[in-house]
């Protein structure tokens, strides 16, 4: 079967170039490697776990963002570096700014609390924490595609993992961090959970640190921008309470 790579070489050639070649592996990582031992030993791209637990053979095939090692590819699929991050070589890409974001929403232990830790205190940060920073909800998300401060999803993600955890004292500082390009720039559009390898729901986070923010006083800085003055009335919604009689 063939596949189509396309491919970047920073360093040497930075000119975007695509190859094809021709695999008898099924599986995307593998074919990577029988490309790599028998066609061309400079095809780079990466790799740890090779059972989808370290997440750092994210690549793009045919636009949707996939772990290498999980992925069985078809007749003429195309393959890519994941998106809005820079490309050094072929199919890896420099992460180093979206985990910086982490930092910034300072979600990490702090004041440990005295709470005694019961299994649904353990069940309710358990999804969160399964995250394997692959990248692939960052190549989605069309927010970050237009403003790098963005917190984006995994970020905000690790927010809710820590404000919820019954070991942290008080999460006012999570809260506080994830204001400014963050939990009300989200579009909600859902794309980050299409992607998510493991199952994580990143626009129900925000959803859920929207919820978190708003107890504590915060409100959502685009909402006074709203136009609600919109001429409709109540003929216009859909709805007649007074059922038309």
């Known amino acids: 079967m063939k596949i189509n790579i396309k491919r970047f070489n920073q360093a040497n050639e930075p000119q975007k170039f695509n190859n094809e070649f021709e695999?008898?592996?099924?599986?995307?990582?593998?074919?990577?490697?029988e490309i790599k031992k028998e066609h061309d030993e400079t095809l780079t791209y990466r790799c740890g776990c090779k059972s989808g637990v370290c997440g750092s053979c994210a690549v793009r095939v045919n636009g949707v963002e996939r772990l290498a090692c999980k992925t069985n590819i078809n007749e003429n699929d195309v393959i890519e570096p994941i998106k809005n991050s820079k490309v050094i070589k072929d199919l890896v890409v420099d992460v180093s700014h979206e985990t910086l974001l982490i930092e910034k929403t300072n979600s990490f232990m702090q004041d440990n609390s005295d709470e005694e830790i019961e299994q649904k205190d353990i069940?309710?940060?358990?999804?969160?924490?399964?995250?394997?920073?692959?990248?692939?909800?960052?190549?989605?998300?069309?927010?970050?595609?237009?403003?790098?401060?963005?917190?984006?999803?995994?970020?905000?993600?690790r927010a809710l993992r820590y404000s919820n955890d019954k070991k942290m004292a008080n999460n006012d500082l999570i809260i506080e961090s994830i204001q400014s390009n963050g939990i009300w720039d989200c579009t909600l559009c859902g794309a980050c959970t299409m992607v998510c390898p493991q199952g994580i729901d990143p626009k129900m986070d925000i959803l859920?640190?929207?919820?978190?923010?708003?107890?504590?006083?915060?409100?959502?800085?685009?909402?006074?921008?709203?136009?609600?003055?919109?001429?409709?009335?109540?003929?216009d919604m859909g709805f007649d309470p007074n059922g038309s009689f």
Do not use: H, W
């Not at 069940?123 to 403003?147: F, G, H, T, W």
């Open 23 to 33: 695999v008898s592996n099924t599986n995307l990582l593998q074919a990577f490697n």
């Open 123 to 157: 069940n309710k940060i358990d999804r969160q924490s399964n995250c394997i920073l692959c990248n692939s909800c960052y190549s989605s998300c069309p927010v970050y595609e237009a403003n790098k401060s963005f917190l984006g999803p995994f970020a905000l993600s």
């Open 208 to 235: 859920q640190l929207q919820g978190l923010a708003s107890q504590k006083g915060y409100t959502n800085p685009y909402q006074a921008t709203f136009d609600s003055n919109m001429g409709f009335d109540m003929s």
